[in-house]
């Protein structure tokens, strides 16, 4: 398995953003660690550039696996509760967009929800964007 680290020791730049985008999308890797090793190796200002891009672009792709992958399989098996769980992600989907990023394994996994609930794609970048700005400053 690739470790996110040796990405980064061993790719610099290009390995710290594949790393931030891995772990901003399906793929558990350790976003902290990485993060800490590179504001070790590299300009600080560059680092955040490079995280947050990784971080947003691996968010935009769980929007659209989301979106194109799991809504029409969850429509067909049951509207009825789609349509409660919209109803609660448009209540809730702001707040729980803002600390997905801090949340373990399932954080990333509630942006794929949003896909598959067809959140207004704007309102979901500027969300995801403020989130993800919020929690990769060093």
Known sequence: MV???SLIAEFGLIGLFFT????SSIVPFP???AIILALTIFNPVLVFIISLAGSI???ITNYYIGLKGLHNFLVKRSPEKEQ???KLFRK???TILLIAPWVPF???????IAGVLRMDFRKFLLI????KIIRTLP
């Open 3 to 5: 470790e996110p680290i």
């Open 31 to 33: 976003l902290d660690p």
């Open 106 to 112: 399932f954080g990333d996994p509630l942006l794929i």
């Open 84 to 86: 409660k769980a919209q």
């Open 92 to 94: 809730w989907g702001t």
């Open 20 to 23: 931030t985008f891995l772990s």
């Open 128 to 131: 995801t964007v403020i989130a």
């Open 57 to 59: 672009l691996g968010g």
